[in-house]
């Protein structure tokens, strides 16, 4: 289809989660919805109006999914990367994941040749057998680089030529040895070849790295993944500095039709020396450089900042000890609590900098114990300077009754990783968190209750991008293994469904534009072939995605 000429879109069943309940049709013109239509009589005049072009559309009309917090750079790297996730990320119906580490392995040995390695899925609390180490992949290969990422992004795992290429090894009599550039904290990980949360940084400069031209047809592969499922807006959670201008030439491709069509949301990473933010006499500004970035579909999101780790990683922070030790090495382990990436005090002055400026800040805490300190700082920050962005705590894995409080107190908002429920909730009952914490894990219940904002989403590559199925888990909070999750935490089909669409849109600061029909918004929306209002609760998942429209672009 071409824009320019009025489009009339009807004959399906609409929900556009406004005050307008009957909507026969909408008219789209320039990407824009014009006119909700209620009246069967107006539909037949538009109808025959040959001024108009008409779409018939078959099967339920929502808003297009809106995915406020995914990888998504990182998720069209993989599709050309090696494959190990336990879970089908690509909606592949040849792919077999890998049950146990020595499947990981035989996965990696496949693809071995002269160049170096790169896969991503790694679980090891979901993938059975021993946890893969440096000499495992060494076996793999000695010769070329082998770099194994976890599921959840916070461990790599490499082997011995990884060391060596970084510098951070030195071959001595058969055997290797550390080198000055190693920090004493990170000897011991360095040692397994198995690098966490801020010692993936020995290791990040000699990741393989692909060309420009390379990324954008991964791009162009995973927004055809995406939107069959329904997406039409997307984050990228972690955009370093360099990659929005490689974005701003992705958008006005998108623009001209000459790029597939996705709206995304980039988050900034934190850092002190950020050019987003420069010195001022009153503190900390905003340059400006939204209105330089900003178009149709690409959006300067908030800025993120990483507070913590993963709950199956074992490295998000407690307040109280793991169920059970680690599957790594670490002093006391019956006492384990996880770690925080700043102190509190560090948090403050991000958190000042951030929002006393006119971010928007993402601040990333799955653990109690992390969150705790995330709103520490936020309250702080609060008695300090007028704060004049929005925040939203990214994952809220394992939030709190009295956290929420806190939240809804200082308008904060909470998104939730819901596919935890599903695809982590026997492990986390069984080994991590035990049942009783695992029951109330992405308490959307409670947050419902209460009025604090919140949203939810997949962290894709973390987990498989499909709102349907988000929606689905938080309706039924069922685990792969059929145990119920605290059906309290459970929310109505309609509540899920604005989760996915109009709530991460007023959280992304762009619900003026996407997230629910309207006029004057985008007219974006998915065609589903049922309605995931009124279906069985239990068959949401098995919903199919006919179509994804984005600007009058199918």
Same mark, same amino acid.
């Given at each position: 289809?071409?824009?320019? $000429? ?37 539909? /037949? ?17 929502? %808003? ?49 040749? /002269? ?60 055997? =290797? ?5 190693? %920090? ?24 393989? $790295? ?6 954008? &047809? ?42 597939? $069509? ?39 999101? %908030? ?68 969150? /705790?300190? =995330? ?17 939203? =705590? ?90 119920? &999750? ?10 899920? &469904? ?57």
């Amino acid at each position: 289809m071409s824009a320019g $000429k009025v489009t009339l879109f009807y004959g399906g069943e609409f929900i556009t989660l406004t005050s307008h309940d009957e909507v026969k049709g909408i008219l789209e013109e320039n990407g824009i919805i014009t006119k909700l239509i209620e009246s069967t009589v107006e539909i /037949d005049l538009l109808i025959s109006d040959e001024n108009v072009r008409k779409v018939r559309l078959n099967g339920c009309v929502v %808003p297009g999914f809106v995915a406020s917090h995914t990888h998504f750079s990182t998720y069209s790297i993989l599709t050309k990367s090696v494959r190990v996730s336990p879970m089908n990320l690509f909606f592949d119906e040849n792919y077999s994941p890998p049950k146990t580490s020595e499947d990981v392995l035989h996965r990696l040995k496949d693809h071995n040749t /002269d160049v170096d390695i790169f896969a991503q899925g790694y679980e090891p609390v979901l993938q059975t057998g021993k946890i893969i180490d440096r000499h495992d992949l060494d076996l793999v290969s000695s010769s070329v680089c082998i770099y194994l990422m976890s599921a959840s992004m916070h461990t790599i795992y490499v082997n011995t030529q990884v060391l060596l290429k970084n510098g951070l090894v030195d071959k001595i009599l058969g055997g =290797i040895v550390v080198t000055d550039k190693v %920090p004493q904290s990170a000897v011991e990980e360095v040692m397994k070849g198995a690098l966490s949360e801020e010692n993936l940084l020995l290791i990040s400069a000699t990741i393989p $790295k692909i060309s420009p031209s390379e990324l954008k &047809l991964c791009m162009s592969e995973s927004i055809r993944i995406l939107r069959s499922q329904g997406i039409t807006t997307l984050s990228d959670a972690t955009v370093q500095d360099t990659m929005f201008s490689f974005y701003k030439d992705i958008a006005a491709d998108m623009k001209y039709g000459v790029f597939p $069509k996705m709206r995304i949301v980039g988050f900034p990473v934190y850092s002190p020396k950020s050019p987003f933010l420069v010195p001022s006499h009153g503190g900390l500004i905003q340059l400006d450089f939204k209105s330089f970035y900003n178009s149709d579909f690409l959006t300067v999101g %908030p800025m993120k900042v990483i507070g913590d780790g993963s709950v199956q990683g074992y490295t998000a922070y407690l307040n109280q000890p793991y169920y059970s030790p680690p599957f790594f090495d670490v002093p006391n382990p019956d006492e384990w609590r996880g770690q925080y990436n700043y102190p509190q005090i560090d948090l403050r002055v991000a958190f000042q900098e951030i929002l006393g400026c006119g971010m928007n800040l993402a601040v990333h805490g799955n653990g109690d114990g992390d969150i /705790d300190l =995330i709103l520490e700082a936020l309250e702080k920050v609060n008695e300090q300077i007028e704060v004049k962005g929005r925040v939203r =705590i990214e994952h809220s894995s394992l939030i709190t009754t009295y956290q929420l409080i806190r939240c809804r107190y200082l308008g904060i908002h909470t998104s939730f990783l819901n596919h935890h429920i599903y695809y982590y909730g026997d492990v986390f009952r069984e080994r991590v968190l035990g049942p009783e914490r695992t029951d109330r894990i992405h308490p959307a219940g409670t947050a419902t209750e209460m009025g604090v904002s919140w949203d939810m989403h997949s962290d894709c590559p973390v987990s498989p991008p499909c709102p349907l199925f988000e929606m689905w888990t938080a309706v039924n909070r069922s685990t792969s293994s059929g145990i119920i &999750l605290c059906k309290e935490e459970s929310v109505s089909a309609i509540e899920a &469904l604005k989760a996915c669409t109009i709530y991460s849109a007023l959280s992304l600061g762009i619900g003026d534009k996407v997230g629910s029909l309207e006029v004057g918004k985008f007219a974006d929306f998915a065609v589903l072939s049922e309605n995931p209002i009124t279906i069985d609760p239990k068959n949401i998942r098995d919903i199919i995605v006919l179509q994804t429209h984005i600007s009058n672009r199918t």
